[in-house]
């Protein structure tokens, strides 16, 4: 019987092959994997021909180069799972798979990979949340709940979906300060910039009759109420939210410290395509999603933006 493959890029085969890999969260779990207990290939039809069930984790602009791999080397059979950022990936695969069963997947946590050099490889689960699919994934859950990676189902995948997009939203805000998560939360002036955004995205969604799910606890509808509050009672009201590690950051401020591609046409962006659909103004999404795209363009890393900065920005392009 075939037991889990990982299907990575070859530096991190490499990597992994020679030093194995570590595991920890914020709980205090911290487990070290000893190479010869992993099996981790290069080889899509290495990894892909013998999987009963396969945990698409690619970034949003490789999701189709994903399907056409998981197309020619897997199964017919093989149950295909979803666990990426923004709302249509699922979609994607679908499109790109035919008759195969693939399901939507939700990642509420934050996880950090170690920076390069550091080995072994490690990669870290920085805030809190279980897993979400779709409810009709049915046995799914029995399989991939374990200690450390809670996983459930729900009926409503697409309204999780969109919850979760909203919080996605201050991934361009880090990637933009150069701050860790909680020192960017922590601070009214950006929780601002993230409030403006969010209004403007429950604007598009209500247009369009979208209801989102909850966040981190939080009802949608007065989240930005809630990140417009005084920082003392921010901290009281939003513990769930506040509920990481000291050192995470986004994974978009990653993207750009190496000169990546973000995702940012697939979280702002799909708020911006909600909103011109629906007629519904975002300036602010726009001219977040503007210096994201410049960051990109310079690859020098974060630009580390001040609040002012950003806003200065968004008040020169509305003149």
Same mark, same amino acid.
């Given at each position: 019987?075939?037991?889990?493959?990982?299907?990575? *890029?070859?530096?991190?085969?490499?990597?992994?092959?020679?030093?194995?890999?570590?595991?920890?969260?914020?709980?205090?779990? /911290?487990?070290?994997?000893?190479?010869?207990?992993?099996?981790?290939?290069?080889?899509?039809?290495?990894?892909?021909?013998?999987? /009963?069930?396969?945990?698409?984790?690619?970034?949003?602009?490789?999701?189709?180069?994903?399907?056409?791999?998981?197309?020619?080397?897997?199964?017919?059979?093989?149950?295909?799972?979803?666990?990426?950022?923004?709302?249509?990936?699922?979609?994607? #695969?679908?499109?790109?798979?035919? %008759?195969? *069963?693939?399901?939507?997947?939700? !990642?509420?946590?934050?996880?950090?990979?170690?920076?390069?050099?550091?080995?072994?490889?490690?990669?870290?689960?920085?805030?809190? &949340?279980? !897993?979400?699919? @779709?409810?009709?994934?049915?046995?799914?859950?029995?399989?991939?709940? !374990?200690?450390?990676?809670?996983?459930?189902?729900?009926? /409503?995948? =697409?309204?999780? %979906?969109?919850?979760?997009?909203?919080?996605?939203?201050?991934?361009?805000? !880090?990637?933009?300060?150069?701050?860790?998560?909680?020192?960017?939360?922590? /601070?009214?002036?950006?929780?601002?910039?993230?409030?403006? %955004?969010?209004?403007?995205?429950?604007?598009?969604?209500?247009?369009?009759?979208?209801?989102?799910? *909850?966040?981190?606890?939080?009802?949608?509808?007065?989240?930005?109420?809630?990140? *417009?509050?005084?920082?003392?009672?921010? =901290?009281?009201?939003?513990?769930?939210? #506040?509920?990481?590690?000291? @050192?995470?950051?986004?994974?978009?401020?990653?993207?750009?410290?190496?000169?990546?591609?973000?995702?940012?046409?697939?979280?702002?962006?799909?708020?911006?395509?909600?909103?011109?659909?629906?007629?519904?103004?975002?300036?602010?999404?726009?001219?977040?999603?503007?210096?994201?795209?410049?960051?990109?363009?310079?690859?020098? &890393?974060?630009? &580390?933006?001040?609040?002012?900065?950003?806003?200065?920005? =968004?008040?020169?392009?509305?003149?």
């Amino acid at each position: 019987m075939q037991g889990d493959i990982l299907l990575a *890029r070859p530096r991190i085969e490499d990597a992994l092959r020679k030093d194995g890999l570590r595991v920890s969260d914020l709980d205090g779990r /911290d487990h070290c994997i000893a190479p010869e207990a992993l099996t981790v290939t290069a080889d899509p039809a290495a990894a892909l021909s013998g999987a /009963d069930i396969v945990l698409v984790t690619v970034k949003s602009g490789a999701t189709e180069d994903m399907a056409a791999l998981i197309a020619a080397h897997a199964r017919p059979d093989a149950m295909v799972v979803s666990l990426q950022n923004g709302v249509g990936n699922a979609e994607r #695969l679908r499109a790109g798979l035919g %008759q195969r *069963r693939v399901f939507a997947g939700m !990642v509420p946590f934050n996880v950090i990979q170690s920076p390069g050099g550091e080995l072994p490889l490690r990669v870290h689960r920085a805030s809190e &949340g279980k !897993v979400m699919i @779709e409810a009709a994934a049915t046995g799914l859950v029995d399989l991939l709940d !374990v200690d450390g990676f809670a996983v459930t189902t729900h009926g /409503d995948m =697409k309204a999780v %979906q969109w919850g979760k997009l909203l919080m996605n939203l201050n991934n361009a805000l !880090v990637a933009l300060s150069g701050l860790p998560l909680a020192t960017e939360l922590a /601070d009214r002036r950006r929780r601002l910039i993230l409030a403006g %955004q969010v209004e403007e995205a429950l604007v598009a969604m209500k247009a369009s009759g979208i209801e989102p799910a *909850r966040i981190a606890g939080l009802r949608p509808a007065p989240l930005p109420k809630v990140l *417009r509050l005084p920082d003392w009672l921010f =901290k009281v009201l939003a513990r769930r939210m #506040l509920a990481i590690d000291p @050192e995470a950051r986004s994974s978009m401020w990653d993207d750009l410290q190496h000169g990546r591609p973000t995702e940012i046409g697939d979280l702002q962006g799909a708020i911006m395509g909600l909103a011109n659909k629906m007629g519904t103004p975002a300036p602010l999404i726009e001219q977040v999603t503007a210096l994201v795209r410049r960051a990109e363009e310079e690859k020098h &890393g974060s630009p &580390g933006l001040t609040p002012d900065a950003i806003m200065r920005a =968004k008040a020169a392009q509305s003149r």
